[in-house]
């Protein structure tokens, strides 16, 4: 095939994804999709291995591969022109409930040659907590729900009996509904552009072209692998739900062009719903893969090909069915998604070459708190606080990480503005800003965190309740890199108004400005009404090398701009900061104090 | 000939050694840490700690015991063991 048609293929397969995804967000009415972004479009075979991988959250593009296999097996001869598909079981493919993907065979003359595949959270799945995560689910039967496949659209018409059978099963039909319509005109907008592609250039043609682009992804991996040093890299997180410790372990081995993912070692699976499934775990592995080894090659099989996966069966990366799972997605799949980042960047690290494309990990814990109850229009809400997307970027080898700079397994991450969120559920915020002293410490910084305080306003009940899932306030998720520390942590603080009636401070700034007792809380249903208050605070990104060797300017920097405390810059970076400047004297001695205090320790055998 | 192993650590003679002061800390291809210099703090006594914090996590610190350089920390419980990363000389 000549260079030029192949480019030009390229070029146009990654525009279906993008306009199938713009068609998405247009038809689909709900925040999670078009403020958080928290969806997926990606092309794949008729075999249904991918073929390209769009944006959004990238543990989906392995997952929805596996989908289409699964409906494969499933349809075999049942599969006809104009049909759509229903999959969100996560024991087959999916990675929770509330993701649903929909699934579309693409023919060309009568034979199939390709899938369109994308995702929404939908606005409800009928679990026992409104918006599908169900913390305190003991299996999966209450968890919503859960096809392994059925055909939604038979050769273009909806099957009204399916249809209304499923909104029959969640609150707020209307949404859900919208949510499936979304995805169903992504997926046929996807088909038309894919046709049209075709159309033009011939089938064999482009046909040829996706081959070559497969075997040209894995070429280029693997000599990229070729390039990295040979070894292994540990990484370690835990987990904590309701006082129990959990821990997702990984040791990536990279032996000349491959590399093996090996969870041996993670906890067991467990009672709470923070599991996931073994096609979580690869899809988990694979988001922060996608970018930091192949931002310059087509996410496809072939990226897929050099990669193993070790994740032995009945643990948190491998559950088996029927244990709970909804809050897989900020549970373990996150887990692994950090895990994976961290190794991935030491043995870019460990690279002359590459080095600069190392990173630390990045906002490593979404607070996901799902709200539900009736607003101030007379309606139902249910949806996510989208903060939960707005992430926090980790220290490079070469500079910060970006302050509340997004998340490396969605690359389209953002969150909603203010005044949306007031106007979406009956809540007011008291502030939203970057976190002090949440970026990893560092020679580079991680980016900061960010919290925010939220009041019941103009609630029909008097309030609105939410769903909690927050595992991760008890350890750091955002591990540093070469001596950097770690992020700092998310925090849930439930502040209880006295009840002295003169108890609102209606412009508190701080959470210490807000008055009554202050409560943690982590997981769990709560109410947010009368003039009680949520603080919520989320984690921060990894630093990058020795905060004793920041320059001072940039510590007092940082001062001066609030995202790092006089406290710390003494304490950790060994800069003391006196009245809006460095004091030099004693910046040098505790520089020299803390170097000292280090060889004064034991060596660690 | 010098090899990276990360950007606090090199390869030298057969050994792992601060990049900085190339003081020799273990053979090439063996766990290094154990000859390094430790501290560690707890995760809760760190500016900005959370009120959830788990009181027992630390940040091991392992610094170059001549240079005093920081080449690595990590999040461990007291119980669990280093994270030990290989990379081929």
């Known amino acids: 095939m000549d260079p030029i048609t192949f480019s030009i293929i390229r070029h146009r ?15 689909s009415g709900s925040a999670i999709t078009n ?30 591969a596996e989908a289409c296999k699964a409906v494969i097996r499933r349809f075999e001869g049942q599969i006809n022109e104009g049909d759509i598909f229903l999959l969100n079981d996560p024991y087959t493919a999916a990675l929770h409930t509330s993701d649903i993907y929909l699934i579309a065979p693409i023919h060309h003359a009568g034979k199939l040659v390709a899938w369109s595949a994308c995702f929404v959270h939908v606005f409800d799945i009928g679990a026992m907590n409104p918006g599908g995560f169900a913390p305190d689910a003991m299996d999966i039967f209450s968890e919503g729900f859960s096809s392994p496949g059925l055909k939604l659209v038979d050769r273009g018409e909806v099957r009204q009996d399916v249809w209304d059978t499923l909104l029959n099963m969640v609150r707020g039909p209307e949404m859900v509904a919208l949510d499936l319509r979304s995805m169903i005109a992504c997926n046929n907008v996807a088909r038309e552009r894919m046709l049209a592609l075709i159309d033009k250039y011939g089938v064999d043609t482009v046909d040829v072209a996706c081959k070559t682009l497969i075997e040209q992804s894995e070429t280029r991996l693997r000599e990229r ?4 040093p040979n070894g292994s890299w540990q990484s370690r997180q835990y987990l904590d739900v309701k006082g129990e410790v959990y821990k997702v372990v990984l040791t990536m081995t990279k032996q000349d062009d491959e590399l093996v993912f090996d969870f041996t070692g993670s906890s067991p699976q467990s009672k709470y719903s923070l599991n996931c499934s073994k ?37 948190i990366v491998n559950a088996a069915r029927p244990a709970p799972i909804s809050v897989a997605t900020v549970g373990a799949i996150q887990s692994v998604n950090n895990a994976a980042c961290s190794t991935i960047g030491k043995m870019l690290a460990a690279s002359d070459k590459y080095a600069d494309e190392a990173t630390a990990v990045w906002h490593a814990n979404h607070f996901a708190i799902f709200m539900f109850g009736n607003n101030q229009k007379g309606g139902l ?16 080898t070469f500079g910060d990480g970006v302050d509340i700079g997004g998340e490396i397994p969605n690359p389209i991450s953002r969150m909603a503005n203010v005044e949306t969120i007031e106007a979406t559920f009956p809540i007011r915020y008291l502030f939203r800003r970057r976190l002090k002293d949440s970026g990893g410490p560092g020679e580079y ?66 959470i210490e400005a807000i008055p009554g ?14 003039q009680d208050a949520l603080y919520v605070r989320w984690n921060g990104g990894g630093g990058i090398g020795d905060p004793l060797s920041r320059p001072a300017e940039s510590v007092l920097q940082d001062v001066i701009n609030g995202v790092v405390s006089a406290e710390a810059a003494a304490s950790v970076y060994g800069v003391v900061v006196e009245s809006g400047r460095i004091d030099e004297g004693r910046t040098k001695a505790a520089r020299l104090a803390q170097r000292n205090a280090r060889l004064a320790t034991e060596a660690a055998e | 000939m010098k090899q990276r192993i990360s950007p606090t650590l090199v390869h030298d003679g057969g050994k792992i050694c601060c990049a900085a002061c190339n003081h020799a800390l273990a053979p090439a291809g063996q766990p290094w840490k154990r000859h390094a210099a430790l501290s560690a703090v707890p995760v809760a006594d760190l500016p900005g700690a959370g009120s959830g914090v788990n009181r027992a996590v630390l940040v091991r610190r392992f610094a170059c015991p001549k240079c005093a350089a920081l080449l690595d920390s990590e999040i461990a419980l007291p119980e669990d063991p280093f994270l030990d990363d290989i990379v081929a000389a």
């Open chain 1, 13 to 27: 397969l990654f525009r279906v994804v993008e306009e199938a995804v713009i068609t998405l967000k247009h038809v």
């Open chain 1, 35 to 64: 403020e958080g972004h928290d969806l997926m479009v990606s092309l794949y075979r008729a075999d249904g291995s991918l073929l390209m991988g769009g944006v959004g959250f990238l543990h989906h593009l392995t997952s929805a």
């Open chain 1, 225 to 228: 692998l070729r390039e990295l």
């Open chain 1, 279 to 315: 096609w979580a775990s690869l899809g988990g592995l694979f988001a922060p893969l996608f970018p930091l080894l192949c931002y310059d090659i087509t996410w496809n099989e072939g990226v897929i090909r050099p990669i193993r996966m070790i994740a032995p069966e009945g643990t």
């Open chain 1, 381 to 396: 809400s249910i949806g996510i606080l989208t903060e939960t997307f707005a992430g926090a970027g980790g220290a490079r």
């Open chain 1, 445 to 510: 910084r991680g980016g900061t965190g960010a919290e925010l305080a939220i009041v019941a306003h103009d609630a029909p009940d008097g309030g609105i309740d939410y769903v909690l899932s927050g595992k991760g306030s008890g350890f750091p998720m955002s591990d540093g890199l070469a001596g950097g520390y770690p992020g700092g942590v998310n925090d849930y603080v439930w502040v209880h108004a006295p009840t002295d009636g003169h108890n609102a401070d209606r412009f508190a700034n701080s």
């Open chain 1, 517 to 530: 007792d202050k409560e943690p809380v982590s997981w769990g249903v709560f109410p947010l009404r009368g």
